[in-house]
Structures are given as structure tokens and as C-alpha cells.
């Protein structure tokens, strides 16, 4: 195991539990409106899967996006600044919690109707195909996306046409307060892959390295012989479905159960058995990031809301700054 | 006169409708163990049990219609979307089926079915979760929409539309859910399809629904300090809508302001300006003015937001224009 990468890894995990517990205490401050989906918890899939990808792959997520976001571009500062509802923001201001877009660092959106952004992960894989590109699209979603008529018509286009896509599901057991056993007539979701058909695999979600290499093989499977995969990565979310859910529906044993698999705390045990570092050492990291977090609220403090003369801007092409239209 | 919560008021015309009528039964994301992801539900599984409070996985095309199927063969259906938004998930169950297959069986098969949830926006919600869908389903022949902005309607229009034997959207307001109003306790209905003149008044009409009777609200005082007597209607059901309420009342002030929370394009306020040109044309002393949100997507950021909705200063700037001062 590579030193550098198992600590990157960490620290990438660690960043985004930080950003979303300042997040979490601007929003009751007052600095952040709207929805609030909180990732906490669930840090191993998204930074395993991406720490395996490809800075030219694309990643097509939800509303729970931020760790995806800040796994891809370690950027705290354009997602806090997006969260504040400023013009420095990943998107201008526009979107919000549910809607960071990078298009050069190829993160192509969160998005907030549940399931629609599964067909258009299946669509950016066909344009890369189309392309003759070697890049994969990864699309992540939630176990409650499973029954979606726009999930099963994503998951059939792309075994179809062999798009190269990885569909990967943070099962989290939850669609708000629902849980899965309620709503998903098949034990494990990635069961639902046999049907269309494609590659699965059922992992454990709070260890990132195993995320890692399973999401590995279902990139090397798709860039090599053009074939999607639905991986299955079973997480749990520490917090509500959104900042205004307490959670009532689970019981205190069964949050206990799953903190002690926390995926940073687990990690930070691998690296203390392996030696890769002591205590001190993630301490030290543990600051940095937080005077990373802290510079990200000031910047996003200190920025200027949008010009409201720029209220019709970025509706139809042509209006508003050009960005470049169609990949890179 | 008691006051409840929008919210309750609902709830109580939900759990009337299903002790009256074993054919009535609810059904949508998180409506019963959850009680409601905005508590409408609350206390409904529990009184009715699992049978007629059915919790769905997220999946609305299917389980629109799924009560529609169920309701052609004479079950009556209360089908809540989580928001309107999800409806359109649905769009095509809505808009191809419900609607149309009374008249494609040549009136063989009759739809009492509630498609029912929040419209529009609340706070910053983003684009995707702030819009108004009720010039989707009014376009559409063959379905009722319906949109309260008091808890007293709330409650007895909601009750019509389980009684009515058509598809019938019921769009409530988020924002509205914790209003308070004066519900009697006794047994009521309100017919779907008449209007209330809630303010009489002889200088201008104002047509507003749902939130937007609200923003009105909050201009009226100013407008009476200044000697402009508004007349205020709410049409409460937006298809079928009582023209000859707005048109009477038109015909009176001889000037029509509209203020509606939709995009300006293809809107109802644009129906009702036709309406009212076509004919009570001779009566108009001002073009008909329309104050809706701006023609955007709704952007997340506070001041945009703000800068996109209707607000008290543009409902004051379309009165002087009408006024023509
Ligand atoms: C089509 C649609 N229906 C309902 C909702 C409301 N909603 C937002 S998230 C969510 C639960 C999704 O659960 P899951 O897919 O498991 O993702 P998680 O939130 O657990 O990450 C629901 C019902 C929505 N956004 N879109
Ligand atoms: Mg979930």
C-alpha cells in the first residue's frame, strides 16, 4: 500500500467531514438557506471511487454532493462560496447545496429530482463513446433511486449500447425516512443489475480502499471493453436526510453500531497499524484542514452576492459570460 | 371561530373523506410512518392502518398510476406528491392517462382521483425545486386544478375534489402549511369552479391565488391610506375558473391586475387577460397588467431569489401603471 495515496485518501475523507460540519453551523447561523444534505458518514464511496478515477472521467451525482465535489476538486472554497450563495461559487450562485457544477473539472452537476440524472450519466458515457474518448462517467445515487422508472431506463440504455459507465449505489439503507427493507423487493440493490444485464458487486461502502479497488475493476471494465457496472456500496448517513430531519426513525443502537464503523476512524486505525503515521501526524493534518475550512467561510464571507442586473443571465445560450459548451 | 393550521385543515378533509368513504384511500412518499415529509399526514396511518395510508418507494410514475388504474375501477384515490416538482416525474400518467381516458373510452371509464402536494417555491430552494406547475395541468382538458390559499378552503375545497368524479390537481403551498385560519367545526364543502370576492372594491380588480393572496394582502393597507379601493378576488380553483366572477367584478373597476407566482409565458394570468379583453373589452380603461415571477429558472442565491419573485414593490409599481400614475 502506497503511503502517499492511503494518506491523501484520508485526508481527502477528512476534508469533507470538516467542510460539512462548518457547513452544518453556517446554515444555523444563518449563512446558508435552502436545502442542506450533509455527506457525513458517508465519505468512503465517493472519495474511495474518485480517488480510483481519472481526473478526465466525469462524475454525474445528486444533492448530497459535496463530498464527490470536494473529492474531485479539493476545492473548499468555490463549494462554500456556491453554499453562501455567491458569484465566486462553482455555480455562479445559481444552484446551491444540491447543484455544484464544475464543467473543466469534469463534475457535471448535482442534481435533485431523484433518478434524473441517471440517463444523463448514461448520456455523457454515449458522447464519450461517440468520441471515441477513453473516459468513464461515474454516476453515484442513493438506494431509494433504485425504484425510479429513470434509473431502469439509465441502467437498460447503457447495457444496451455497452456505454462506459460505473452506476454507483451509496446504499445508506434510507430514502429519507424510509428504510430500504420498506421499499426495495430484493435484498441487495445491486441485484437489480441482472435484468438489464451488467457487471455487480455489493461492497462495503465505509471502507474506502475497497471502494477503491472495486470501483478500479468497473472503470478498468468499462475503458477496456466499453461496459458498465452497478456497484453497490452499503453507508450509512451520521445525520438526517437534510439538516431539517431529525432522524427520529432510527434508533440510537443502530447510529452507535454504525459510528463505530466510521470510515475516518477506521482508516486513521489502518494507517496507525500499518505505521504510515502517528497520531501526531493526523493531528497536524487535522489542522491544516480545518485552516482550510476556515479560509473557505471567509472567502465565501468576503465574496459578492450576484449583480442582480445579472438575474436573466445563463437562461439560453449567449446570455451571460460564454462558457465553453459540448466536454473539457 | 377556531383557528387551525393549512396543514390541519387538509388533514382533517383527508381523514373525513376516508371515514366517509371506505373507497377513499392516501398514497405517497413518507405519508404514513414518516407522517408526512410536511406533517400534513400526521396521525393518518394511525387511524386508518396500512390498507388505506400507503407508503411508496420513490417512484411516482408508478405509483400515479397506479391510482389511476385503481381509480378506473371505482376506487378513489388521494395520491400525494412529496412536491409538485415530482409530479412531473409523473407528467405523462397525469397528462396522457388521467386526462384522457374518459374521453378515449368514450366516457366509459370515470376518474375520481387527487393528485395532491406543495406547488412553487419556498426559501432558496434552487431551480429544480421552485416552480409553479399549475400552467402544466391547466392547459390540460380533462383535468380540475385547484389552489387554496386559507385553510377554510383548504379544507372544504379539498373535500370537493375527493367527492368530484374527475382528475383533480390540488396544489398547496409549503409556505402556507403553518397559516392559521378560522375552519368551522362543523361539516362543510366548497364547490370547486366558484370564485370569492374577498375584498369588494371599486377602483381595480386584483386577481391573485394560493401564496400570492398573501403578497396582496400585505399592499392593501398602503392602498387604502391612499384612497384606492381594491377589489380582491381568488378564483380558488384555477380549471374550470369563474369567469363570470372576474368578469363581473371587471366590468365594475374597468381595470384588472393579475399577480401570479408562475413564469410570465403561457401563464394563467395570460388566460385570464384574454379572458377579460375578449369580453369585457368596452368596460377596460387600462391594458390588463400581469406581475408574475421573472422568466428564469429560479437561481439559488438569496438576492436573485428575492429579485425573481413577485413582491410588494412590483404589485404597487402594476397598480400605478393601471391607475395611471
Ligand atoms: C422524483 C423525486 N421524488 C422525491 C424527491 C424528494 N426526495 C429527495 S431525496 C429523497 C430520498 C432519496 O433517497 P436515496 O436515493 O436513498 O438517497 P439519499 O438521500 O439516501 O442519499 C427524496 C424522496 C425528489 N427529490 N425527487
Ligand atoms: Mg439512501
Known amino acids: 500500500m502506497d503511503r502517499g495515496l492511503l494518506l491523501e485518501i484520508y485526508r481527502d475523507m477528512l476534508l469533507i467531514r470538516r467542510f460539512e460540519e462548518v457547513a452544518h453551523r453556517c446554515y444555523t447561523e444563518g449563512l446558508i438557506s435552502g436545502f442542506l444534505h450533509l455527506y457525513t458518514g458517508q465519505e468512503g464511496v465517493a472519495v474511495g471511487a474518485i480517488s480510483a478515477a481519472r481526473p478526465t472521467d466525469y462524475i454525474v451525482a445528486t444533492y448530497r454532493e459535496h463530498g464527490h465535489y470536494l473529492a474531485r476538486t479539493r476545492d473548499p472554497k468555490s463549494a462554500m462560496a456556491e453554499l453562501f450563495g455567491r458569484a465566486s461559487g462553482c455555480s455562479k450562485g445559481r444552484g446551491g447545496s444540491m447543484h455544484f457544477f464544475d464543467l473543466a473539472r469534469r463534475f457535471m452537476g448535482g442534481h435533485a429530482i431523484v433518478g434524473g440524472h441517471v440517463p444523463l450519466a448514461a448520456g455523457v458515457a454515449f458522447a464519450s463513446k461517440y468520441r471515441a474518448e477513453p473516459d468513464v462517467t461515474l454516476c453515484f445515487f442513493g438506494d431509494g433511486t433504485a425504484n425510479m422508472g429513470a434509473f431502469h431506463e439509465g441502467l437498460c440504455l447503457a447495457s444496451l449500447w455497452k456505454l462506459p459507465v460505473v452506476f454507483i449505489c451509496e446504499n445508506n439503507l434510507y430514502a429519507m425516512g424510509t428504510p430500504l427493507y420498506k421499499t426495495l423487493a430484493v435484498e441487495d440493490v445491486s441485484t437489480r443489475a441482472l435484468g438489464y444485464p451488467m457487471a455487480r458487486e455489493t461492497i462495503n461502502g465505509d471502507d474506502a480502499l475497497e471502494v477503491r479497488e472495486s470501483v478500479g475493476r468497473a472503470l478498468r471494465r468499462a475503458r477496456e471493453e466499453g461496459l458498465p457496472t452497478l456497484v453497490e456500496a452499503k453507508t450509512y448517513r451520521f445525520r438526517g436526510h437534510s439538516i431539517s430531519d431529525p432522524a427520529k426513525y432510527r434508533s440510537k443502537e443502530e447510529l452507535e453500531f454504525w459510528k463505530k464503523r466510521d470510515p475516518i476512524l477506521t482508516l486513521a486505525e489502518r494507517i496507525y497499524t500499518l505505521g504510515m503515521a502517528d497520531e501526531a501526524q493526523l493531528k497536524e493534518m487535522e489542522l491544516e484542514v480545518r485552516r482550510e475550512i476556515d479560509e473557505a467561510v471567509e472567502f465565501a464571507r468576503n465574496s459578492p452576492l450576484p449583480d442582480e442586473k445579472t438575474l436573466h443571465d445563463y437562461v439560453y445560450a449567449g446570455s451571460g459570460e460564454e462558457t465553453a459548451g459540448g466536454g473539457t | ?325
Open chain 2, 1 to 325: 371561530m377556531r383557528q387551525i393550521a393549512y396543514r390541519e385543515a387538509l388533514r382533517e378533509a383527508m381523514s373525513e373523506e376516508m371515514a366517509r368513504d371506505e373507497r377513499v384511500y392516501l398514497m405517497g412518499e413518507e405519508v404514513g410512518a414518516y407522517q408526512g415529509a410536511y406533517k400534513v399526514t400526521q396521525g393518518m396511518l394511525e387511524q386508518f392502518g396500512e390498507k388505506r395510508v400507503v407508503d411508496t418507494p420513490i417512484a411516482e410514475c408508478g405509483f400515479a398510476g397506479v391510482g389511476i388504474g385503481s381509480a378506473m375501477v371505482g376506487l378513489r384515490p388521494i395520491i400525494e406528491f412529496m412536491t409538485l416538482n415530482f409530479s412531473l416525474v409523473a407528467f405523462d400518467q397525469l397528462i396522457n392517462n388521467a386526462a384522457k381516458l374518459r374521453l378515449m373510452s368514450g366516457g366509459q371509464i370515470t376518474l375520481p382521483i387527487v393528485f395532491r402536494g406543495p406547488g412553487g417555491g419556498a426559501h432558496q430552494l434552487g431551480a429544480q425545486h421552485s416552480q409553479c406547475t399549475e400552467p402544466f395541468y391547466c392547459y390540460t382538458p380533462g383535468l380540475k386544478v385547484v389552489m387554496p390559499a386559507t385553510p377554510r378552503d383548504a379544507k372544504g375545497l379539498l373535500k370537493s375534489a375527493i367527492r368530484d368524479e374527475n382528475p383533480v390537481v390540488f396544489i398547496e403551498s409549503e409556505v402556507l402549511y403553518g397559516f392559521k385560519g378560522e375552519v368551522p367545526e362543523e361539516e362543510y364543502t366548497i364547490p370547486l369552479g366558484v370564485a370569492e370576492v374577498v375584498r369588494p372594491g371599486k377602483d381595480l380588480t386584483i386577481v391573485a391565488w394560493s401564496k400570492m393572496q398573501h403578497l396582496v394582502k400585505l399592499v392593501l393597507p398602503e392602498l387604502e391610506k391612499q384612497g384606492i379601493d381594491a377589489e380582491v378576488i381568488d378564483p380558488r380553483t384555477l380549471r374550470p375558473l369563474d369567469e363570470d366572477a372576474i368578469l363581473a367584478s371587471v366590468r365594475k373597476t374597468s381595470r384588472l391586475l393579475i399577480v401570479e407566482e408562475g413564469w410570465p409565458y403561457g401563464g394563467v394570468g395570460a388566460q385570464i387577460a384574454y379572458l377579460v379583453q375578449r369580453n369585457a373589452f368596452d368596460y377596460l380603461d387600462a391594458p390588463v397588467e400581469r406581475v408574475t415571477s421573472e422568466d428564469v429558472p429560479m437561481p439559488y442565491a438569496a438576492n436573485l431569489e428575492k429579485a425573481a419573485l413577485p413582491s410588494v414593490e412590483k404589485v404597487f409599481a402594476a397598480v400605478n401603471r393601471l391607475l395611471g400614475r
